[in-house]
Nanobody, 128 residues
Framework: QVQLVESGGGLVQPGGSLRLSCAASGFTYGNYAIGWFRQAPGKEREGVSCISNSDGGTHYADSVKGRFTISRDNAKHTVYLQMNSLKPEDTAVYYC?????????????????????WGQGTQVTVSS
């Protein structure tokens, strides 16, 4: 059973940075994708970024391109989301999610409905 645990959320001022971590376990096969999603109050869950374990391919939402970077540490089974130049509109609960097969998921631009395993979420608040 796949388990995902997010950490690293918190309160940060506009223009600041945070790094989220997603510790993953329970994968039987290596061709999985891990994605980061966020949901603000009263809004639908939206994709932020995702990464393929097979080839390291990545995808970013237009709203975070150039500010956020997704990366992986296979030895630690952890995926990171480095968030720079944070804006108040980045405030949300951030979730990581995982599923197979990664190349198909990446080709479909990592939509939430393609992910079956989800973490509990971590709150990110950008405010002065």
């Amino acid at each position: 059973q796949v388990q995902l645990v997010e950490s690293g959320g918190g309160l940060v001022q506009p223009g600041g940075s945070l790094r989220l971590s997603c510790a993953a376990s329970g994968f039987t096969y290596g061709n999985y994708a891990i994605g980061w999603f966020r949901q603000a109050p009263g809004k639908e869950r939206e994709g932020v970024s995702c990464i393929s374990n097979s080839d390291g391919g990545t995808h970013y939402a237009d709203s975070v391109k150039g500010r956020f970077t997704i990366s992986r540490d296979n030895a630690k089974h952890t995926v990171y989301l480095q968030m720079n130049s944070l804006k108040p509109e980045d405030t949300a609960v951030y979730y990581c999610a995982a599923d197979f097969p990664d190349l198909v998921i990446l080709s479909r631009l990592c939509v939430p409905e393609d992910f079956g395993s989800w973490g509990q979420g971590t709150q990110v608040t950008v405010s002065s």
